[in-house]
């Protein structure tokens, strides 16, 4: 099993900058994603972001692209999403995840709780 815990949501004024942390720990893999993904209120989740470990690839949703940096730390098992120049259409649940293969596209096998992220106009 892995064990995902995300952090560092909060209220930020437009234009402000948040940075989410995901947590991983438990089963380890040889190759895998990390991702995140975003629900709004009465809306289907979403995918933001994401990173291949074993190349550091990136990939982006495009209105989040240059806004939006996810990066990894390997030594802490963590994932980073640094959000900046926010917008109110980015309040949403941000959710973490990790799919256990090598490509991007593919249902991701293990989530996080969330953490919330709210912009005000």
């Known amino acids: 099993q892995v064990q995902l815990v995300e952090s560092g949501g909060g209220l930020v004024q437009a234009g402000g900058s948040l940075r989410l942390s995901c947590a991983a720990s438990g089963r380890t893999f040889s190759s895998y994603i990390m991702g995140w993904f975003r629900q709004a209120p009465g809306k289907e989740r979403e995918f933001v972001a994401a990173?291949?470990?074993?190349?550091?690839?990136?990939y982006y949703k495009d209105s989040v692209k240059g806004r939006f940096t996810i990066s990894r730390d390997n030594a802490k098992n963590t994932v980073y999403l640094q959000m900046n120049s926010l917008k109110p259409e980015d309040t949403a649940v941000y959710y973490c995840?990790?799919?256990?293969?090598?490509?991007?596209?593919?249902?991701?096998?293990?989530w996080g709780q969330g953490t919330q992220v709210t912009v005000s106009s």
């Open positions: 990173i291949r470990w074993s190349d550091d690839n990136t």
């Open positions: 995840a990790l799919r256990a293969a090598d490509t991007v596209v593919g249902a991701y096998d293990y």
